[in-house]
């Protein structure tokens, strides 16, 4: 008798809501144009999108947990609550959230994983995931699995974090976010045995730009094995890569307090 994963014991055996599914288009890196703009896309088995509520639309109005569901669009698992009014929707599932249980949205309610309240009324310390950036705008980070940031101080109308990659920023603290940490959160474990997963998963093979020519690559050519020949690695356009910063000046620039710590 084959042994279950524990990820076949935290999935709920269920077919997904066929009400809160979505076909989406398979663009394989194309834009409206028609033109590659994201290389090495295509293929991948067919998949359906699931409409997950990221804000606050059910305020006040208690849930109850029916089931813990795969996504396929997303490395997080997700949870179908179903309301007092009896209409159903999909959230992210905290880590360690079990069918049957109860969470709410509300301006101020109890510490407990799932419940979504606004960041003024949770405790320093805790642990917290789908933040807003602007009030009503709905959950914009902490949304991936394992995630969580922290709430270290209010001060005022804003509020510190720390986000995972370590970086603190000021967010106003009207804005909402949920208590606990992102579901699946061993999923940075799982390891890609085969070719075949990745094709699956719509991700064509790459070629390393030192095996192609000269004319193909700035890192191409050499006899065997050569190296790039170049201080720092660019792209097949000639752009620097790896390594190099992308975040153009914005005005959240001012709510960061502390930038997040350099890779060795």
């Not at 396929?72 to 360690?96: I, S, V």
């Not at 474990?189 to 020519?213: D, E, H, T, W």
């Amino acid at each position: 008798m084959k042994k279950k994963t524990k990820k076949k014991r935290i999935l709920t055996r269920k077919k997904p809501e066929k009400a809160l599914l979505l076909t989406l288009k398979a663009r394989a890196g194309r834009n409206k144009k028609g033109r590659i703009t994201v290389r090495h896309k295509g293929g991948g088995v067919k998949r359906r999108y699931r409409i997950v509520d990221f804000g606050q639309k059910k305020i006040d109005v208690p849930a109850k947990v029916i089931s813990i569901e795969y996504d396929p669009y997303r490395t997080a698992f997700l949870m179908l609550l179903e309301y007092q009014d009896k209409e159903k929707r999909y959230r992210l599932a905290p880590e360690g959230i079990k069918q049957e249980e109860e969470v709410v949205c509300r301006e101020k309610a109890t510490l407990k994983k799932g419940n979504r309240m606004k960041i003024r009324n949770i405790p320093v310390g805790t642990s917290v995931y789908g933040v807003e950036l602007i009030p009503g705008q709905g959950a914009k980070i902490i949304r991936s699995a394992g995630s969580s940031a922290n709430i270290l101080a209010h001060e005022g109308k804003f509020t510190n974090i720390q986000m995972p990659s370590g970086e603190i920023r000021r967010v106003n603290s009207n804005c909402f976010a949920s208590v606990g940490e992102v579901s699946h959160s061993e999923w940075r474990y799982v390891r890609i045995k085969k070719a075949g997963s990745n094709r699956r998963k719509g991700k064509r093979p790459a070629v390393r730009g030192s095996a192609m020519n000269p004319v193909d690559h700035p890192h191409g050519g050499g006899e065997g094995r050569s190296p790039i020949g170049l201080k720092h690695p660019k792209t097949p356009w000639g752009k620097p890569a790896l390594g190099v910063k992308t975040r153009k000046k914005k005005w959240t620039d001012k709510l960061i307090i502390k930038r997040r710590k350099k890779k060795k």
